[in-house]
């Protein structure tokens, strides 16, 4: 029996309405099938808590199995957990703050729309997070390989001549973090699929899928960048493997 379909979800950055859209559009999903998101739930977005609580709740809602990847985004509040990271939560830019207010049950922010002194002390150190969300970020997977391809937040690491298979990755910052023009022009060997760079970064001149359209999904022979743009003025995209058919929240 040969192995069933993934279908990899880009980044969602609590976009809960494209979310929703985008698992209406999914076939049926059956046992032999997985469902998986590559990480960065949320910040930037209006409900990054409604995410959290719909990814969470996919595994009683589907035959499929539901992988769940740690982002860049998971990872740098959960540094604010251990050890208090201001140096990322608390810039405009990266979206932190709409999380704060969503998980308070506050409004959105508005764009220039900063942080009081109290919120600030608490974004800082993650401590409005409830209990169990810190608990189910520290479950989130670095990557996940299966017949298909490999899966992973931001992409993998050169050393010496080669590219490194995640598993040898000792630090895995460069998995979730790493932004190299290098991977995105030059890499060789098993598909990868990942996100946390914005599409229209990539070199989507090599790309096969809608090379005319610097929004869309990047794919080549051996990468799918699959980033375009949830929560930040974009739409979210996943890529269906093996056969590479695109669907998304337009």
């Given at each position: 029996m040969g192995a069933g379909r993934t279908i990899a979800v880009g980044d969602v950055h609590g976009d809960l309405k494209g979310l929703e859209t985008l698992l209406s559009r999914l076939p049926v999903l059956d046992e032999g099938d997985t469902l998986l998101f590559v990480g960065d739930y949320v910040d930037r977005g209006p409900d990054p808590a409604g995410v959290v609580r719909r990814v969470r709740a996919l595994p009683k809602e589907t035959a499929a199995r539901v992988i769940l990847l740690r982002g860049n985004h998971e990872d740098a509040w959960?540094?604010?957990?251990?050890?208090g990271a201001p140096e990322f939560v608390l810039p405009r830019g990266n979206g932190c703050y709409t999380t704060y207010r969503s998980f308070t049950g506050g409004l959105p922010p508005e764009r220039e729309e900063d942080p009081t002194a109290e919120e600030m002390r608490s974004m800082a150190t993650g401590t409005f997070f409830p209990a169990d969300v810190v608990e189910w970020m520290k479950t989130l997977a670095y990557f996940h390989e299966d017949e298909h391809a490999?899966?992973?937040?931001?992409?993998?690491?050169?050393?010496?001549?080669?590219?490194?298979?995640?598993?040898?990755?000792k630090d895995p910052r460069p998995l979730l973090w790493q932004r190299s023009r290098t991977f995105y022009q030059s890499y060789e060997g098993k598909r990868v699929v990942f996100g946390h760079t914005p599409v229209k970064r990539l070199p989507q001149e090599q790309s096969t899928f809608t090379p005319g359209d610097p929004l869309d999904v990047f794919l080549t022979g051996g990468l799918a960048g699959i980033d375009t743009g949830a929560?930040?003025?974009?739409?979210?995209?996943a890529i269906e493997l093996p056969g590479c058919r695109v669907i998304d929240s337009r």
């Open positions: 959960l540094k604010a957990c251990r050890e490999i899966y992973v937040h931001a992409g993998l690491p050169f050393e010496g001549e080669r590219w490194l298979h995640p598993s040898e990755v929560g930040m003025g974009g739409f979210l995209s």
